[in-house]
Nanobody, 115 residues
Framework: QVQLVESGGGSVQVGGSLSLSCQVSGTIFGWTLNWYRQAPGNQRELVASIDTNSGTQYAGAVKGRFTVSRDNVKGTGFLQMSSLKAEDTAVYYC??????????WGQGTQVTVGS
């Protein structure tokens, strides 16, 4: 069973930065690594994706502020977040996705952005 463990969440002031990590227990080669977030009362939304060739996509709300990356050798994904806004407050989840699989999820890490 593949396990994903997120870390790096916490509290930060508006305009600050945080870096999230996602450590995967198995290989991530061949998988797209996604970062989702879910704020209270909202649906889970896709924030950023990086495919196995390191092609990236971002939600419009975070483009230019967030950077997704991966280390295939170490089986780790990263989400660098800067210029954080109050509306970025959410639980952030790491996800591995592939067409022939239901995928895997981490347990989530809380990010709180306050003034």
């Amino acid at each position: 069973q593949v396990q994903l463990v997120e870390s790096g969440g916490g509290s930060v002031q508006v305009g600050g930065s945080l870096s999230l990590s996602c450590q995967v227990s198995g290989t991530i080669f061949g998988w797209t690594l996604n970062w989702y977030r879910q704020a209270p009362g909202n649906q889970r939304e896709l924030v950023a994706s990086i495919d196995t060739n390191s092609g990236t996509q971002y939600a419009g709300a975070v483009k230019g502020r967030f950077t997704v990356s991966r280390d295939n050798v170490k089986g780790t994904g990263f989400l660098q977040m800067s210029s954080l806004k109050a509306e970025d407050t959410a639980v952030y989840y790491c996800n591995l996705a592939r067409r022939d699989s239901r995928g895997y999820w981490g347990q989530g890490t809380q990010v709180t952005v306050g003034s």
